[in-house]
């Protein structure tokens, strides 16, 4: 498919167990950012990746939340020892080029539903 | 604090007449805002945007409104047609080394046949 995906749609954890959510973006995009979406809110930040420079991590909530982009393609968001308050949907965006300018439209994946018990 | 204000949860509209889903924002560094649509169980998709040097931006039936002075922006989608009910995001960006958009919490549109 053309568009950005992520697995598992649906992750379900015990509190205190670790998660990791995948995000392949779209090929040849630079740019992939996390956001994540409690419920009721909007869409909060998480982190950006853009080409090999070091990932912007401003929006990280704890040092529980981590990510990596191997290869500068796909995209691994970890989070170590869950809590309850970390259950929401996490999405995964990516465009061509750098924010800022012409290419600033994100493409989001449908998104990772993460509930911790 | 949020920096990207949806004050209206919801809007519910008659089929063929106009939307207006209303956006706020305190941060003056902002220069580029955009909306998105977001239907249930998929990821929001890209509508619209508007560059701080515009007031307005039109493309078919959705058309943007920026009010620099008010810190306030609208999307109007004329006519409504059922197939845009899903939930409307406004999103805020600082351009040039800055990644992240701040979203505001979504108005849900209904279009009502």
């Known amino acids: 498919g053309a568009g950005v995906s992520q697995s598992p749609s649906n992750k379900v954890t015990e509190k205190g167990k670790d998660v990791e959510l995948r995000c392949d973006p779209i090929?040849?995009?630079?740019?992939l950012y996390w956001y994540r979406q409690s419920l009721g809110q909007g869409l909060e930040f998480l982190i950006y990746f853009q080409g090999n420079s070091a990932p912007d991590k401003s929006g990280l909530p704890s040092d529980r939340f981590s990510a990596e982009r191997t290869g500068g393609s796909v995209s691994t968001l970890t989070i170590q020892r869950t809590q309850q308050e970390d259950s929401a949907v996490y999405l995964c965006?990516?465009?061509?080029?750098?924010?800022?300018?012409?290419?600033?439209?994100?493409?989001f994946g449908p998104g990772t539903r993460l509930t911790v018990l | 604090d949020q920096q990207v204000k949806q004050n209206s949860p919801s809007l519910s509209v008659q089929e063929g007449r106009i939307s207006i889903l209303n956006c706020d924002y305190t941060?003056?560094?902002?220069?580029?805002f955009l909306w998105y649509k977001k239907y249930p169980a998929e990821g929001p998709t890209f509508l619209i945007s508007i560059s701080s040097i515009k007031d307005k931006n039109e493309d078919g039936r959705f058309t943007v409104f920026l009010n620099k002075s008010a810190k306030h922006l609208s999307l109007h989608i004329v006519p409504s047609q059922p197939g845009d009910s899903a939930v409307y995001f406004c999103?805020?960006?600082?351009?040039?080394?800055?990644?992240?958009?701040?979203f505001g919490k979504g108005t849900k549109l209904s279009v009502k046949p």
């Open positions: 999103a805020a960006s600082v351009g040039g080394s800055q990644g992240n958009l701040i």
């Open positions: 941060n003056s560094m902002f220069d580029y």
């Open positions: 965006a990516s465009s061509l080029g750098p924010p800022g300018g012409a290419y600033n439209e994100q493409f």
């Open positions: 090929s040849g995009h630079t740019a």
